[in-house]
């Protein structure tokens, strides 16, 4: 019961925390929709891709291609049926959830470094063939879009269509603005309790067991190929999620979503955060985000004036040493920060906050031992 209570706090604060973005992104300049909708739709896929890291020790460098899967089922659901979000959610996740069973039932066969390699082997082959053989389904370099003549089915069976190439909606409501956010932070929200309720599931601690020694696990009996294949699956289920509400805040699937450099990104969120916590993918998810596109756009102008109150020498001074850090090069400002976090807090930014939270909690406990067995004078 105590457990129950305790995921039910955190699942109350992370819901509040999650819902309350538009204000407390605001003083650090991030509460624009578009980058919000980031955050939470970035947040789901590094949620997913810690179910198979985090809780198996099994590392993906491919998991990008069930984004970029999913993005191509939620476009062609907008092409063929309807502008409506939700068949093309459920599109994306059956269809990256197949295509993620094929991959790791091959993949599975191998684990270690040959895995990772295994994975990301498959990710470029499926970045390749968006751009060459599946032309027909991808539309290659120029990208899957909607058109004016898309059949839209049910759509013109309903007469819902009007003027111009519509919108995304769910339920008559365009999906734009911080619409589109809350209804990505709602699926994120949902997506969060999942993973929470495998992580507290005999499924995840028989997962969180294999992560510890999968050999002795063989031995003792149990067959472990299903478990981590369940776990393939449903991270890639994830990805899809993802992956087709990037096509539904933006109506474009690219063969660009399924590079290798997407896959390595999600595996810096994770790792950024905490890797086999449950809120810390999401908080390094949200970091990479603010950097990429917060960060990245500061320039020399700005440097100035946030520098403007020191003299002219001192101004110049410090504009010349953070420029290169800044703006074209946040890529070097991320890479320091990421170094600094592997290298001091090994366990992620959520590690930084177990030792702020038993710093604060054992001094009061420590005094009080403290004076308890002091001799006496």
């Not at 919000?36 to 990008?64: C, E, P, R, V, W």
Request: with cysteine.
């Amino acid at each position: 019961m105590a457990m129950l209570r305790n995921d039910l706090v955190l699942l109350a604060v992370f819901a509040l925390v999650v819902l309350a973005m538009p204000l407390w992104l605001e003083p650090i300049g991030a509460a624009y929709p578009d980058l919000m909708q980031k955050i939470a739709i970035y947040g789901i896929f590094a949620i997913g891709f810690n179910i198979l890291f985090g809780m198996t020790g099994y590392l993906s460098f491919g998991h990008a291609a069930f984004l970029g899967v999913g993005s191509y089922a939620a476009v062609w659901s907008f092409k063929l049926l309807t502008m409506s979000v939700i068949p093309a959610v459920i599109f994306a996740v059956v269809i990256a959830g197949i295509f993620a069973a094929a991959i790791g039932f091959i993949s599975l066969r191998r684990s270690g470094i040959y895995f990772s390699i295994l994975t990301l082997a498959f990710a470029q082959m499926s970045y390749n063939l968006a751009y060459s053989v599946l032309t027909p389904i991808t539309n290659g370099e120029t990208g899957l879009q909607l058109a004016l003549d898309d059949p839209r089915v049910l759509d013109r069976a309903l007469s819902t269509g009007g003027p111009g190439i519509p919108a995304p909606s769910l339920f008559g409501e365009q999906l734009v603005g911080l619409s589109g956010f809350y209804f990505c932070a709602v699926l994120l929200i949902l997506c969060f309790f999942l993973a929470m309720r495998i992580d507290r599931s005999p499924f995840g601690m028989m997962l969180k067991a294999i992560k510890s020694n999968q050999t002795r696990m063989a031995y003792t009996g149990f067959n472990t190929k299903p478990y981590t294949l369940a776990a393939f699956i449903i991270s890639g289920m994830y990805a899809g999620l993802a992956g087709g509400l990037l096509a539904a805040t933006d109506p474009l699937a690219g063969a660009e979503r399924m590079q290798w450099t997407a896959s390595g990104e999600v595996v810096l969120m994770t790792i950024l955060g905490g890797v086999g916590t449950l809120v810390g993918p999401v908080v390094g998810a949200g970091v990479i985000k603010y950097f990429e596109n917060i960060f990245s756009a500061f320039h020399e102008a700005k440097l100035h004036e946030a520098f403007s109150f020191m003299p002219d020498g001192l101004e110049n001074f410090f504009v010349a040493i953070t420029a290169p850090f800044v703006g074209e090069g946040w890529h070097l400002t991320l890479g320091i920060v990421f170094m600094l976090i592997v290298i001091f807090l090994p366990g992620g930014l959520m590690e930084g906050v177990r030792r702020l939270r038993t710093a604060f909690t054992r001094k009061p406990a420590a005094r009080e031992e403290t004076g308890k067995f002091a001799p006496a004078e």
